[in-house]
């Protein structure tokens, strides 16, 4: 196991509400609750994955523990820092130094090649010697998710799979303290969809990255250290057996924990 006893995020009473308006004339905004009382601590060099049914909240949740969003109600601190009293050009600046995002819906650049996507968030940093290497990192990393050959294509020149890839490139460049990744393979194939949760778990393991990841697939979920469920706008957490599971070992998947995961992908 890699992580240690500092505290990457705690998320204490969280809860994230939002204004529906009514359907109907003159009657009053509805408030729909997303998430309530959220209890969350993650250690660093931690791997997480938060799972649960669509529309239970799970993409709420990583924007709110990575700084994206705001709680309602409650408290984010990432690395001892609170970031829900933080406004959002601080927020950013945290993100751009500590965090690296795949979202769900990719969010590139339309007007940037491949390349350029990747090179982005290097550009930005304040760390001369990454901004000064962005071009290099950048071909490496999109090397590395098997796109060397795509670097000048634009976005719309790229299949759902390569945007994708592209995303992960881009959200490795700056090789974050902590890496957020929305059903990180989701629209791959098998084979790339392996090279790409492979690349999750060696910069977990190799570079004591803290990963939290959303997933739909149990077996990415399986290699993850702890699995949390979000249900009803709750969020649980069953014990995991204490074989290190890093392996992709489903076999090692701990009975509670799977069932855990098929109740909250089934029902
Ligand atoms: N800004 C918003 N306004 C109104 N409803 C919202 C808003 N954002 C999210 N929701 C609702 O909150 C719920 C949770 O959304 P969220 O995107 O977090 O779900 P999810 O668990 O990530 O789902 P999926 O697995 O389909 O990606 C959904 O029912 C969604 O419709
Ligand atoms: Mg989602």
């Not at 791959?188 to 090279?195: P, V």
């Amino acid at each position: 196991m890699n992580q240690n006893n500092t505290k990457a995020i705690v998320a204490h009473k969280v809860t994230k509400s939002v204004s529906l308006p009514s359907a109907q004339k003159n009657k009053s905004e509805k408030q729909l609750t997303i998430l309530s009382d959220i209890e969350l601590t993650i250690h660093d060099g931690e791997s997480i994955a938060i799972v649960g049914a669509s529309g239970s909240g799970k993409s709420t949740l990583l924007g709110l523990l990575a700084g994206l969003d705001l709680p309602t109600s409650g408290e984010v601190h990432f690395y001892g820092k609170a970031i829900h009293t933080l406004d959002e050009e601080q927020r950013a600046q945290i993100r751009r130094s500590d965090v690296g995002f795949i979202f769900q819906q990719f969010l590139l650049v339309p007007s940037l090649t491949a390349l350029e996507n990747v090179m982005l968030p290097a550009e930005l940093s304040d760390d001369k010697s990454l901004r000064d290497k962005a071009k290099s990192l950048a071909t490496e990393w999109l090397e590395k998710v098997g796109l060397g050959h795509r670097l000048d294509h634009f976005p719309n020149q790229l299949s759902g799979g390569e945007q994708q890839r592209v995303a992960i490139a881009r959200a490795f460049i700056t090789q974050p303290k902590l890496l957020f990744a929305d059903e990180p393979s989701a629209n791959l194939d098998t084979e790339n969809g392996k090279l790409v949760e492979d690349l999750l778990f060696e910069l977990n393991q190799r570079s004591n990255i803290t990963l939290v990841l959303v997933t739909h697939a149990p077996e990415l979920a399986a290699r993850c250290q702890r699995v949390v469920t979000i249900h009803g706008g709750h969020l649980t957490e069953e014990a995991k057996s204490t074989q290190d599971t890093s392996e992709g070992e489903v076999d090692n998947l701990d009975l509670a924990v799977s069932e855990a995961i098929s109740n909250a992908f089934y029902s």
